[in-house]
């Protein structure tokens, strides 16, 4: 099963600083025999309440300020490994959304889910009115790639002042039957697809998107809070920092598209970072602006000195 139609997206990882390089996933030549599908062991994760807690959780995001369609959204995330205590989690995402609906992919630090596993990992979040998990463990999403588990595991992850790793993630629905699709790296073919029957509000189409870095603290953890992206708050120093660039959106017309009316949002500017912003790509070895791109900077817990 595919989709009808795949909205095209311009590359933007040749223009960007510290050559970008996106990082292989999946399960290359081990995948799983045709029509079946890679899901991970019950008792390699804990059966938890998935629902996502309220208290003790930061974001440093791009979130848009107001209702629009949505047809889709994607961006490039750099792969990092922030340090979490063994009851936290620390993840970067993107995020479709229409109350009471919302659904994340991204990359996730998460022992708590994973059972002590410190490891960076892909991940899948779904949320409706009626249910709430991580990756396959509701009726949510339904995998159709045999290579690509929706937990693969990412790296090299990228180090501080090294080459930037990132991964492609754009979530985009098929408006003819109402599906939301998934479409990881530069592989032309999607993973799976939310169908469109689980959700009150998003069958029809999203209405807000974000992107941006999100980790959940426990209270009782020394030494202190939870590191968000790279460890480092926003800053000049371009090899330090978390990148969520080239931001896009599908619009109402199902074309790609910048995300343009957005607002930087952080719920503790003390210990996070977060920029938003539109920047220039330039052609060639001319200074003319050929078009734009909008990159979104955040993390933290520690400022670099």
Request: hydrophobic share 30%.
């Amino acid at each position: 099963m595919r989709p009808s139609y795949i909205p095209k997206k311009t590359s933007t990882s040749d223009s960007y600083p510290n050559n970008p390089k996106s990082i292989p996933f999946g399960l290359k030549d081990n995948a799983c025999p045709n029509g079946t599908v890679p899901i991970r062991r019950k008792d390699n994760i804990n059966d938890i309440n998935t629902s996502k807690p309220k208290d003790y959780v930061y974001v440093a995001i791009s979130r848009s300020k107001s209702p629009q369609v949505y047809n889709g959204v994607s961006a490039n995330l750099t792969i990092h490994h922030p340090a979490v205590g063994n009851d936290e989690y620390s993840s970067a995402q993107i995020t479709m959304k229409n109350d009471p609906d919302f659904i994340q992919v991204g990359w996730t630090v998460n022992p708590i889910y994973y059972k002590g596993d410190m490891t960076t990992r892909m991940f899948i979040y779904t949320e409706t009115a009626g249910e709430s998990c991580y990756n396959v463990d509701c009726p949510g999403f339904v995998l159709v790639r045999s290579d690509i588990p929706v937990d693969s595991l990412l790296t090299p992850f990228y180090e501080p002042r090294g080459p930037f790793s990132y991964v492609d993630f754009f979530i985009f629905q098929d408006t003819t039957i109402q599906n939301w699709w998934l479409k990881i790296g530069h592989d032309e073919e999607p993973i799976g697809f939310w169908p469109g029957q689980i959700f009150t509000s998003l069958s029809k189409s999203g209405s807000h998107v974000e992107c941006g870095g999100e980790a959940y603290r426990d209270p009782t953890s020394v030494p202190g809070p939870t590191q968000m992206g790279s460890g480092y708050k926003p800053s000049r120093h371009v090899a330090t920092n978390s990148y969520c660039y080239g931001f896009v959106i599908v619009n109402e017309e199902v074309k790609v598209e910048l995300v343009r009316d957005t607002e930087a949002y952080t719920n503790d500017d003390h210990r996070y970072g977060i920029e938003d912003k539109i920047v220039p790509k330039h052609g060639g070895d001319t200074n003319i602006v050929i078009e734009f791109e909008h990159i979104v900077i955040y993390g933290g817990v520690q400022d670099y000195e």
